[in-house]
């Protein structure tokens, strides 16, 4: 892989997306992989475009791009995906959850040569500081049903950390999701064309600054209309590996 990009969907996170850019930036320094950051400014009304832009003059592969509307995690992703330059996509959410090590794994992986790299919290190895507990039931209950539905062992589906291949973001073209639902549109619609993937073990920690976007009662609509739609065409080929 000649580069990757990070895609970074925000709003109204100026107390974290400095540590979260500096945190991905310096792992992937370290390991001598070249990146892009892509951070979308998703509508935020604070200091979130101007701390994107100081750290952009510092370093040129740090990019702001605004989200004109309609907002939402689902429409910043695919305004992101239609503005990156690397060989494979990874998306991260700006709150700093994901562990920056986990990045170069990422790299690693998809550089074996599969089309997908998922992570996974609740396998062996795999670790959560913080998580809320409605949110845990509410995740473990989802990701079994998804597994149900399309017959397949990944079961942290519904995590948008995810790296993906250039040519598999192409397969999986039109994305549809405006919102969180499109945490699940993306790793369904790779798999339903046959991508290869690896799950590895991921670390998450729970914000320390802002509060979540996420709305329980418009993910739970938004996330059954998208899974009875990719259930239609659930012809699962993708392959699991160890």
């Excluded at 989200?67 to 959410?93: C, E, K, T, W």
Aim: aromatic share 10%.
């Amino acid at each position: 892989m000649n580069r990757v990009s990070i895609i970074i969907p925000a709003q109204n996170e100026e107390k974290n997306i400095s540590s979260t850019i500096k945190n991905i930036t310096q792992s992937l320094q370290e390991n001598c992989i070249s990146y892009e950051v892509i951070v979308i400014n998703d509508g935020s009304n604070d200091k979130t475009e101007d701390v994107v832009l100081a750290l952009a003059r510092d370093d040129k592969d740090i990019v702001l791009v605004n989200n004109p509307g309609p907002y939402g995690l689902g429409n910043a992703i695919r305004l992101g995906l239609q503005n990156f330059h690397g060989d494979a996509v990874i998306i991260s959410m700006a709150d700093g959850s994901e562990d920056s090590r986990d990045f170069v794994s990422y790299v690693w992986t998809l550089d074996e040569g599969y089309d997908c790299c998922f992570g996974s919290r609740w396998m062996k190895g795999g670790a959560t500081q913080g998580y809320p507990v409605l949110k845990y039931l509410l995740n473990r209950l989802g990701n079994f049903v998804i597994r149900f539905l399309f017959g397949i062992p990944y079961n942290d589906i519904t995590n948008a950390f995810k790296g993906y291949s250039r040519e598999v973001i192409d397969k999986m073209q039109p994305l549809s999701a405006e919102h969180f639902d499109i945490t699940i549109e993306m790793p369904l619609k790779a798999i339903i064309h046959g991508a290869e993937y690896k799950v590895i073990p991921i670390k998450w920690y729970g914000r320390k600054e802002g509060k979540t976007k996420l709305i329980l009662k418009e993910m739970g609509s938004n996330y059954l209309k998208t899974l009875l739609k990719l259930y239609k065409n659930r012809n699962v080929k993708g392959v699991r590996a160890n």
